[in-house]
């Protein structure tokens, strides 16, 4: 059986191009776009301003359905984690992380990472393969469901899941402008955060897109030998060479870049790498997003003292970088990228 086309693969254009196809008026395409991405439709037959004949055509043609939910997990804290079954039976997972300000989804971009990194559990089982857009913008309509039992709205993205969201370019973008356009999610672009390991041409070609999300770099390092301990793409794009593409990507784009960096005990969190640090981001205009490190049985690694990482962050900010420490949230449904999925894996 050949499983139909979903339609939240189309852009807005592809969709009004379908619809003038079909000898439909180009306006459908934006009612349509707006019972998927503004209303939370799960099926064609709740789209009741469109004619009959119109909604059995697009059952015809297309699929919309809802990702199986093999767990939910609820923290103390409010944080929900989603595994989620895609067709092929690979597990991703999607984070909903409410605030007293806001409500933000954690998206996955791959099933699986292929980066490695000596720290996270997403890339323990290998890469699998990219999401598709449908399933990118499925995930964050499950939780902007989920999020009306939140205080707050769904209003802010952050591509920090599994996946490297730079090896998946054009899915991301693809997404991203759907998220972002008015007749979709209509999601401010500064509410839209990207993350990459550090993929130096990825970042250079990011730096030349139209719109204004945030870039969050997974530096993680605080020089080449000690990313390279951590993160093994470093041996393709070196510390200096990512340094190099940052102070590019805001020359080009006059908006600053959060380093994300993880703290671990006798690794990260050491006054050498402050030092390090200070010189690598001399005149850079950027801000740090300190990480305790949430442990994953496969790595030794220790996460500091509260004594310790507030230590660091005081160093960093007597050497005039702006840095917090970001809260933990979830660690008691194994919120941290990756943990779920291969959890339910073993």
């Not at 037959?45 to 609820?74: W, Y």
């Not at 920090?160 to 998220?179: F, H, P, Q, W």
């Not at 690794?267 to 001399?282: I, N």
Request: glycine share 6%.
């Amino acid at each position: 059986m050949t499983t139909k086309f979903d339609i939240r693969n189309l852009s807005f254009d592809e969709l009004r191009n379908y619809c003038t196809s079909i000898k439909e008026k180009p306006f459908r395409a934006k009612q349509i776009f707006e019972w998927i991405y503004q209303e939370g439709a799960w099926s064609f037959d709740e789209m009741t301003n469109l004619s009959q004949e119109l909604r059995d055509k697009l059952k015809e043609n297309f699929n919309l359905s809802r990702l199986p939910i093999v767990q939910k997990q609820v923290s103390q804290d409010g944080t929900t984690k989603f595994l989620f079954d895609l067709e092929d039976h690979e597990k991703i997972e999607t984070v909903l992380i409410p605030t007293a300000t806001r409500t933000t989804v954690c998206v996955s971009s791959q099933a699986g990472c292929k980066f490695g990194c000596r720290f996270c559990a997403s890339g323990i089982g290998g890469w699998k393969r990219n999401l598709t857009v449908a399933e990118i913008l499925t995930e964050i309509l499950h939780v902007k469901e989920e999020a009306k039992q939140h205080p707050n709205a769904l209003s802010h993205i952050v591509f920090m899941g599994t996946g490297e969201n730079l090896d998946s370019y054009e899915n991301v973008m693809k997404a991203i402008r759907i998220i972002n356009s008015k007749e979709g999610l209509n999601i401010g672009a500064r509410r839209i955060t990207i993350s990459t390991v550090g993929i130096v041409p990825k970042i250079k070609q990011l730096a030349t897109e139209k719109i204004q999300f945030e870039l969050a770099i997974s530096l993680h390092g605080y020089d080449n030998e000690s990313r390279n301990a951590l993160m093994p793409v470093n041996k393709k794009y070196p510390f200096d060479e990512l340094m190099q593409a940052c102070r590019e990507y805001i020359k080009e784009t006059k908006r600053q870049i959060t380093f994300e960096y993880i703290l671990i005990k006798d690794v990260t969190c050491s006054d050498k790498a402050a030092k390090s640090l200070r010189k690598a981001f001399k005149g850079m205009i950027c801000k740090m997003n300190l990480i305790p490190y949430n442990p994953v049985s496969e790595f030794e690694h220790k996460t500091p003292s509260r004594e310790e990482m507030f230590a660091f962050r005081d160093r960093l900010e007597e050497f005039g970088i702006h840095a917090t420490i970001r809260t933990p949230r979830g660690r008691d449904v194994g919120a941290a990228c990756g943990q779920l999925r291969h959890a339910h894996k073993n």
